[in-house]
Structure formats: C-alpha cells, structure tokens
C-alpha cells in the first residue's frame, strides 16, 4: 500500500558498517532510556534481516517466493517446526509464495495474526542514486526498494517474533505471522485472500494487525501521532464513455464526444459527494484537535460533534487531507478521443477512479456519477470493481494498548483512529470477517513521502524505534483476551 499523511525528519546517525552497530545502537533512547542487550541484539538482527530482503527484487515480476523461503530458512535455524513455517504458494502462481509463521502460546485466546507482505513495486536502477535493491545506509538513513513499504515492517516483525522464541516467551494466545505475496499487484496471487479462501484453519485468528495499513506521522521533525486504522475506502473505478458516427472534421457538429465527454467531466471537477463521517472518523477528528491550533483546531472539534457544525465541514473540505476523509471522493485519471487529426472523433473515454467511504455501495456511487456527469450520451462501465469491506470496531481495549506502548517510547504522540484513503490486504480479512487493524510505528516524514518512489528511505531512529514497538506491542496483544 503505503499511504502517507505526515512525516518527519530524523536525526541521529548510526555506524555505517554492520560490525559496529552493536556499539552504536546501544546509545539511542527512548523515552530517556538506553536500549538494553536484547534490544541492541534485536535491531542488529532486524537490519540483517532488512537487508537480506532489500536484495531480494521481489516485484510482481519476480514473485516472492525467494524472499519467502528466505524467511522460512531463518525461521528453522531459531527453532521453529517445519510445520510451524509453511511455504505456501497457489500451483498456478508457484513465485507467488507465501510463508505462514505460528508461535504457540497457551490457547487462552485465539491468535492474532500478523499480516505483512513481500512485494514491492518496481524500481529502475536509472532513475535512483543509489541502487534500488541494495540496502545502503548514508548519513542516518536506510536506502532501499520497500524500506518503508514494506520490508522495513517484515524485518520488525520477524525480529519480534525471533526475539520472543529465544527469550522462551509463551503467550497467552498463538501468534500467527503471513508474509504473502501481491500486495501491490493484487489479483488472483494476492497472498491474503489465496490463504483466506484456501488455507484459513492457518490464518484464523481473533484480531489482525497489519503494519502496511499504519501511519506514524512526523513533521518539522516532531513525531505526531501512530495511526490505528480500522477501514478503508474502497477502490473502485469506471469508464466514462461517448461514441458518435463521426466523420470529416471540416464538418463539425455539437455531437462531438470529446465535448460531451469534456462537459460531464467539468461537471464532475465542481462536485462534491455528500459528507459521510464513520465511528472512526468522528473520533479521529477529536483527537487530531489536539496536534493543531486555531480555527482548525476549533473545527476539527466541532465536526466531531453531533450533529457536525456544517461551517467547520465546509472549511474542512477545502484542505485535501481532510476533505478525503469526510466523503467519497472520484476523479479523472486518464483520458483518450480520437483517431485522426482530420476526422471527427467517433469515441471519448475517460477513467474515473473513486474512493468510497465505508458502508456506500458501488451502486450508489454510480447512480451519483450518472447524474453529476448529466448527460445521457454519456456511458459508465465499471473498470474495477470495488472490494467492499466493513468497518473494524474501534476497540477500546485496543487503543489502550496501543497507547499504553506508544506512550513507554514517545510520551508526546497522540493515537489516532483512521480510515485510510488508500487500499491494503486488510480489504481481504475485514471481509472474511476478521476484524483487522493498521497500526505501524516507523515514523515517516509526511513531507518527503517516498514510498512507490525514487530513493525510498526510512531513517535508522525511526527504524530501530519500530523494532522495540514491535517487540512491545506483540507482547501485549499477545498476553490475552
């Protein structure tokens, strides 16, 4: 997926060769403490672990099964079972392998379950400065092809998960961790839904944490808030058609379907859908309130109310960041018309690519579109078709936890439910019925998003930060019910 909001700069740069880490990664703090042995050993090892997959290329192309089996082999070395570390693929998709890790704890609960993906999207060698798929540490920052989305993620969690079999930790409930394929591509590999739909006795679980959902924000190196995601907008997406007999372009007629095309099109760029504000929404804004100032704090509060202060929607819904997540949203993203320069063009077509808030139909969102659009000629064929998934009950007990090993490291972070703009495999487990959330600590700058981009980075605080709040948080919602 990877998303961001917010992001920050951060500071203090760590050795540059592997060999001195260890002496290095002891200095860092959180929270005014020093990291201990286990911690040091914990982050050398999630390193290790980066980069070993960072020189995995593993795009759709390539598939995910070496870095699959890769994990498997580091899996079996710390003492797993074999038949505790599945390498699993669909015969039709053999480099589209998934690797399913379970540590038993005492069955006081049912598990919880990890979802973490392998792929990454494609990175040209010419368009970076450094070489997309070698991990290169420079001046505090990790380089690399999924360094932030979302190998970064996969090193923490694996990490985690080795640490608490070496220190003999049996929890309360299993810990199932899914490293899956095709996150980024989806289709008939996607490496949650092939597991859900083929090998759930594997990945049945209570509650589901995916890091790729998460947010942990800074800015102006401030670390701002962690994101707890329970739901995402739904992708979904038409063409926009008009067709005409044509003919020669020295006889022009107002049937012209670039124009139709065009006029529906300046229709839509004026409209709004309706606000629709989620559990999840509301409670956001409530507690965004307290990272701004002024009128936008005031606002923020009010449209969190009931009812909503129409006023402070209408000033919200001129910023982007906030407009996104008080309504569906649907947008041009590609447009065509035309064969020849001298000829009438006989088809216009566009592609109008939609984001829906939880609980709208694809149904409604094209009946809406045919209206704003207000033009018969017009036809709307669904490109994609929406993946629906409900809205994850925002769990007190849940934010509390988060909270309770957010604020061990980082006192002055908010926690922040969210409904996320873009799509991520918990699509797949909310529908299945597993209530999933996002929930992610390697804070990134929100004004230098680079994942998907040139020079992906993530900087070695914010990594070696997400390692001990993954340890952490897998403890706790480990310990029970």
């Not at 800015?219 to 808030?225: C, E, I, M």
């Amino acid at each position: 997926m990877k998303r961001r909001n917010i992001r920050i700069h951060r500071g203090a740069t760590l050795a540059a060769l592997v060999s001195s880490l260890v002496g290095l990664w002891a200095s860092p703090t959180w929270a005014g403490a020093a990291m201990t042995d286990a911690e040091v050993k914990a982050t050398t090892q999630a390193r290790e672990i980066l980069s070993e997959l960072i020189e995995i290329p593993s795009t759709h192309i390539n598939g995910t099964t070496m870095a699959a089996k890769a994990i498997q082999k580091r899996l079996l070395a710390a003492g797993f079972a074999a038949s505790d570390a599945q390498l699993l693929a669909p015969a039709d998709y053999p480099q589209s392998g998934n690797l399913v890790v379970r540590l038993h704890g005492r069955g006081k609960a049912k598990p919880i379950l990890y979802l973490c993906h392998l792929d990454v999207v494609e990175a040209k060698a010419e368009d970076w400065t450094r070489a997309p798929f070698k991990l290169t540490e420079e001046d505090g920052w990790l380089y690399g092809r999924g360094t932030i989305d979302m190998k970064g993620q996969d090193a923490a969690v694996l990490a985690a998960l080795l640490r608490l079999k070496r220190e003999g930790v049996v929890p309360d409930r299993d810990i199932i961790v899914a490293f899956t394929a095709d996150e980024e591509a989806g289709g008939d590999a996607n490496g949650v839904g092939w597991l859900i739909a083929h090998h759930r006795d594997l990945v049945d679980a209570e509650m589901v944490i995916n890091p790729d959902g998460g947010e942990a924000g800074m800015k102006n190196g401030r670390r701002l808030y962690v994101g707890v995601e329970t739901s995402e907008k739904m992708f979904l997406s038409f063409q926009a058609e008009v067709t005409d007999k044509g003919g020669h372009s020295s006889r022009p007629t107002p049937d012209n379907p670039i124009y139709r095309l065009s006029a529906g099109l300046d229709h839509l760029a004026k409209f709004q859908f309706p606000v629709h504000l989620t559990d999840t929404t509301k409670v956001y804004f409530a507690r965004r309130a307290s990272l701004e100032t002024g009128e936008a704090k005031a606002d923020m509060i009010a449209v969190s109310q009931t009812p909503p202060s129409e006023a402070a929607l209408t000033r919200l819904s001129q910023s982007v960041e906030t407009n996104i997540l008080l309504r569906t949203t649907c947008t041009a993203t590609q447009i065509d018309g035309g064969h020849a320069e001298n000829a009438l063009p006989q088809r216009a077509r566009a592609t109008l690519q939609c984001r829906v808030i939880p609980g709208e139909s694809a149904e409604y969102v094209h009946d809406i579109l045919a209206k704003v659009l207000a033009d018969p000629t017009i036809k709307l064929n669904v490109l994609t078709a929406g993946r629906p998934s409900p809205e994850s009950p925002l769990s007190s007990s849940l934010l509390a936890a988060v909270e309770k090993v957010v604020h061990a490291q980082w006192p002055e972070v908010v926690i922040l439910p969210q409904m996320a703009a873009g799509a991520s495999d918990s699509a797949y487990s909310r529908t299945a019925g597993l209530p999933s959330y996002g929930i992610d600590a390697m804070f990134d700058d929100l004004d230098d998003g680079r994942a998907h981009g040139r020079d992906e980075r993530i900087s070695m605080t914010a990594f070696s930060g997400d390692v001990k709040f993954t340890y952490e948080l897998m403890r706790v919602l480990s310990s029970g019910p």
